[in-house]
């Protein structure tokens, strides 16, 4: 139903190969044994194939409620598994086009957008330029390949990809391929294609930063599309990955689901931040589903390894919260985002409705105005004020505890560090922010000696 191929540098042109495929439980088991097909164009003979062995158990991964049973064990409901298999090679040189890639024959059956629907093949290569002596590793997806999605639910496929070694990544759509040459790819059937694989009104959206793909299906349908991944370093291509992916779009057998949401950072729409080395970040994500007879369960990809997340799930059965911590070093200075992915899905039967967001964290230099200003960084409350509402959309609110002998002095700051509003205050001030850019913005009140800072989110 779908895979990709990752692959991992272990040192001396040496890698670790991931193939990942999907399989429909309704259809021909794996062999536990694939092969990965290697090509260049700079005369290496060999190696030309490797073998990758099954790695564990396949995984039963079919997105249904707690007390759905799948083909995958015996039941009815559309099942999904994941089988991963792993190997390592040794490439003998340097190549900007060395190339893995793995053919499946066939795909499953129920493909209804593509002329030859289950009788093709499925073919997904990934490419390594090894030519800059850059040990690289590709980036790994969070989500699997495969979506399901309710007919007339406005809905995302997103991608989750994320690359520790923070590298550039483009997304772009393709036809998915059946073999080796690249003309060799899928027919649609007249009115599709790999811009728009199945029906959707409004039609389907693609953001190639992201690799999102936003739609509403108007009715049943199974389809596949293709999207490849590439990965920049200092604006050389160094890696390449095809994903080829599956749709699924069904009629809601109960009231129609209506998919949970998850917030950005605080509750707000923002995704990204910045942040100082030494200073601690911390914020919440919150889920929330309209339906109050469904529960909700909220994961994360665990991106950044040194930061903590933490799941509450006591507020309701359908509102949790889940807290992110971290505090970068000055070794995490870095112009590439530090991001991770977090997913909310809920216990709707017999499939989950679900939503997933990617957060991203930017470490700033200590020189950058937005770490050298003193008032950029948030502190404790060495003097006590409030601002409400956080976020704010039209007016911002300034409650504070002013000494009658005291001059006090306010500032705001954007988040590159740039002073946006100033002004002596008295002991409650109302700000217009209606016009402001969206974003993420420090207050800043100096009292004599006493400088206190806390940020808001202007949406």
Same mark, same amino acid.
């Given at each position: 139903?779908?895979?990709?191929?990752?692959?991992?540098?272990?040192?001396?042109?040496?890698?670790?190969?991931?193939?990942?495929?999907?399989?429909?439980?309704?259809?021909?088991?794996?062999?536990?044994?694939?092969?990965?097909?290697?090509?260049?164009?700079?005369?290496?003979?060999?190696?030309?194939?490797?073998?990758?062995?099954?790695?564990?158990?396949?995984?039963?991964?079919?997105?249904?409620?707690?007390?759905?049973?799948?083909?995958?064990?015996?039941?009815?409901?559309?099942?999904?598994?994941?089988?991963?298999?792993?190997?390592?090679?040794?490439?003998?040189?340097?190549?900007?086009?060395?190339?893995?890639?793995?053919?499946?024959?066939?795909?499953?059956?129920?493909?209804?957008?593509?002329?030859?629907?289950?009788?093709?093949?499925?073919?997904?290569?990934?490419?390594?330029?090894?030519?800059?002596?850059?040990?690289?590793?590709?980036?790994?997806?969070?989500?699997?390949?495969?979506?399901?999605?309710?007919?007339?639910?406005?809905?995302?496929?997103?991608?989750?990809?994320?690359?520790?070694?923070?590298?550039?990544?483009?997304?772009?759509?393709?036809?998915?391929?059946?073999?080796?040459?690249?003309?060799?790819?899928?027919?649609?059937?007249?009115?599709?294609?790999?811009?728009?694989?199945?029906?959707?009104?409004?039609?389907?959206?693609?953001?190639?930063?992201?690799?999102?793909?936003?739609?509403?299906?108007?009715?049943?349908?199974?389809?596949?599309?293709?999207?490849?991944?590439?990965?920049?370093?200092?604006?050389?291509?160094?890696?390449?990955?095809?994903?080829?992916?599956?749709?699924?779009?069904?009629?809601?057998? %109960?009231?129609?689901?209506?998919?949970?949401?998850?917030?950005?950072?605080?509750?707000?729409?923002? %995704?990204?931040?910045?942040?100082?080395?030494?200073?601690?970040?911390?914020?919440?994500?919150?889920?929330?589903?309209?339906?109050?007879?469904?529960?909700?369960?909220?994961?994360?990809?665990?991106?950044?390894?040194?930061?903590?997340?933490?799941?509450?799930?006591?507020?309701?059965?359908?509102?949790?919260?889940?807290?992110?911590?971290?505090?970068?070093?000055?070794?995490?200075?870095?112009?590439?985002?530090?991001?991770?992915?977090?997913?909310?899905?809920?216990?709707?039967?017999?499939?989950?409705?679900?939503?997933?967001?990617?957060?991203?964290?930017?470490? %700033?230099?200590?020189?950058?105005?937005?770490?050298? /200003?003193?008032?950029?960084?948030?502190?404790?409350?060495?003097?006590?004020?409030?601002?409400?509402?956080?976020?704010?959309?039209?007016?911002? /609110?300034?409650?504070?505890?002013?000494?009658?002998?005291? %001059?006090?002095?306010?500032?705001?700051?954007?988040?590159?560090?740039?002073?946006?509003?100033?002004?002596?205050?008295?002991?409650?001030?109302?700000?217009?922010?209606?016009?402001?850019?969206?974003?993420?913005?420090?207050?800043?009140? /100096?009292?004599?000696?006493?400088?206190?800072?806390?940020?808001?989110?202007?949406?």
């Amino acid at each position: 139903m779908g895979g990709e191929i990752t692959y991992a540098c272990i040192g001396s042109n040496q890698y670790t190969v991931t193939l990942t495929l999907y399989r429909d439980c309704s259809g021909i088991p794996l062999s536990s044994l694939q092969t990965i097909i290697i090509t260049n164009s700079c005369g290496f003979s060999s190696p030309s194939s490797m073998s990758v062995n099954l790695a564990g158990n396949p995984q039963q991964i079919s997105p249904i409620c707690a007390t759905g049973l799948s083909t995958c064990n015996g039941g009815t409901v559309f099942g999904l598994e994941r089988y991963v298999f792993e190997g390592t090679v040794t490439l003998p040189g340097g190549c900007s086009d060395w190339t893995f890639s793995n053919t499946v024959v066939n795909r499953n059956l129920s493909i209804t957008t593509t002329a030859n629907g289950g009788n093709d093949s499925l073919f997904i290569y990934s490419l390594i330029n090894n030519t800059t002596a850059i040990c690289d590793t590709s980036p790994e997806f969070f989500g699997s390949a495969v979506g399901f999605f309710y007919v007339g639910s406005p809905s995302c496929f997103y991608q989750g990809v994320y690359d520790a070694e923070g590298d550039s990544l483009t997304f772009q759509l393709t036809t998915p391929r059946t073999g080796p040459v690249p003309s060799d790819t899928v027919h649609y059937l007249s009115g599709y294609s790999y811009t728009q694989p199945i029906t959707s009104s409004p039609l389907m959206t693609f953001d190639s930063s992201t690799g999102e793909f936003c739609f509403t299906s108007t009715q049943i349908e199974n389809s596949v599309f293709a999207v490849i991944v590439s990965e920049f370093r200092n604006g050389i291509l160094i890696g390449q990955m095809e994903r080829d992916i599956q749709l699924r779009t069904i009629v809601d057998p %109960l009231p129609p689901n209506i998919v949970p949401t998850l917030s950005g950072i605080n509750g707000s729409t923002l %995704l990204n931040m910045d942040a100082c080395p030494g200073v601690p970040i911390n914020f919440f994500i919150a889920a929330y589903d309209s339906n109050t007879t469904e529960d909700l369960y909220q994961s994360w990809d665990n991106g950044i390894a040194s930061a903590t997340w933490t799941y509450n799930s006591s507020i309701a059965s359908n509102a949790d919260t889940a807290f992110f911590s971290w505090t970068p070093t000055v070794f995490d200075i870095s112009s590439t985002p530090y991001c991770f992915n977090s997913s909310v899905f809920d216990s709707h039967c017999p499939n989950s409705g679900f939503q997933t967001h990617q957060f991203c964290i930017t470490v %700033l230099p200590l020189t950058d105005p937005f770490c050298i /200003n003193p008032g950029i960084q948030e502190r404790d409350a060495a003097l006590n004020f409030q601002i409400y509402p956080n976020p704010a959309h039209d007016e911002l /609110n300034l409650l504070y505890e002013k000494q009658e002998t005291q %001059l006090t002095f306010l500032a705001i700051y954007n988040s590159t560090g740039q002073n946006v509003y100033s002004e002596m205050i008295s002991s409650f001030e109302k700000i217009n922010v209606s016009s402001w850019p969206r974003g993420l913005y420090t207050i800043v009140i /100096n009292a004599g000696n006493k400088v206190t800072a806390k940020r808001v989110v202007i949406q």
